[in-house]
């Protein structure tokens, strides 16, 4: 099992160069049966995890996934994937709006590059009492935005935009600089939980709210799943300045500015 300080210890470079070309495929295919998992509540259908070498995440903290929230016959309403061929990676975004049971999700899913199946599942499970939760209404701002899962090209930007657009956005608690750094879009619309700062306005801004104390502890533990085709990057990360809150920040770029913020924060409350 591995220990999640030595996880989060690992730098993206280390994950780049510790990797290589997979199949996207098979990335799809682990993702189908993670997700009927959810709706059916049944691990059996987790075929291609690794027997030898596999560990569970929920909320930054290791524990035995029997016991998590895949052991729970969830009915997913929303997914969303984003697929990282270099790192073999993908994050998977899902809302559950069950009225007793709901739930937002963002799950990365790690693979081995020998062929010998997923090492990890990496989840940040949001529900009643954190921060900014409603699922119902995450549900219908979500489904009026557009996350086709390939963009065109000529929209794309290469995975050290992406890597620099995500990091600067979540230095600015402890940067100030940082906030010109980063490749503000017109429109962006952004979706806190389930608070949104978006009306369809064409000057729709996501600098709405950001930090105004930038002295604040990091955003730390960060881990990356960078899809270039589809102009968008998952972090997984520490809200330190929320009392270590667990925290998804998903991210889509087009034409290389912002287009898009998702965000799910795990209170302590939750």
């Not at 027997?51 to 035995?64: I, Q």
């Not at 073999?88 to 007793?100: S, V």
């Not at 889509?252 to 799910?264: A, D, F, S, V, W």
Request: charged share 15%; glycine share 8%; net charge negative.
């Amino acid at each position: 099992m591995a220990r999640l300080s030595t996880l989060l210890a690992l730098s993206p470079v280390l994950l780049y160069l510790a990797s290589a070309e997979c199949n996207r495929t098979e990335l799809l295919a682990f993702v189908d049966g993670y997700v009927a998992a959810q709706n059916m509540g049944f691990l059996g259908y987790l075929e291609g995890a690794d027997p030898y070498n596999f560990s569970y995440l929920e909320n930054n903290k290791s524990r035995e996934i029997t016991t998590g929230v895949l052991g729970k016959i969830l009915h997913v309403d929303r997914q969303y994937t984003a697929i990282d061929l270099v790192n073999c990676a993908t994050f998977t975004e899902l809302i559950i709006t069950d009225p007793a049971h709901p739930y937002v999700i963002g799950t990365q899913i790690r693979h081995q590059t020998d062929g010998r199946g997923v090492y990890l599942i990496d989840s940040i499970v949001s529900t009643t009492g954190s921060w900014l939760f409603n699922a119902s209404q995450t549900l219908s701002y979500a489904t009026k935005e557009n996350w086709d899962p390939v963009i065109p090209p000529e929209q794309r930007s290469s995975r050290d935009d992406l890597m620099h657009a995500a990091d600067t956005y979540l230095d600015m608690w402890q940067n100030g600089s940082a906030i010109a750094a980063v490749p503000w879009g017109t429109p962006c619309d952004r979706l806190e939980g389930s608070v949104y700062t978006g009306n369809g306005s064409p000057t729709d801004s996501c600098m709405v709210g950001i930090p105004t104390n930038n002295t604040q502890p990091p955003n730390s533990g960060r881990r990356y799943v960078v899809d270039e085709e589809g102009g968008t990057i998952s972090v997984l990360c520490v809200f330190e300045h929320l009392n270590m809150a667990p925290d998804s920040h998903l991210f889509r770029l087009l034409n290389g500015k912002l287009r898009y913020i998702h965000t799910i924060t795990v209170t302590s409350s939750s």
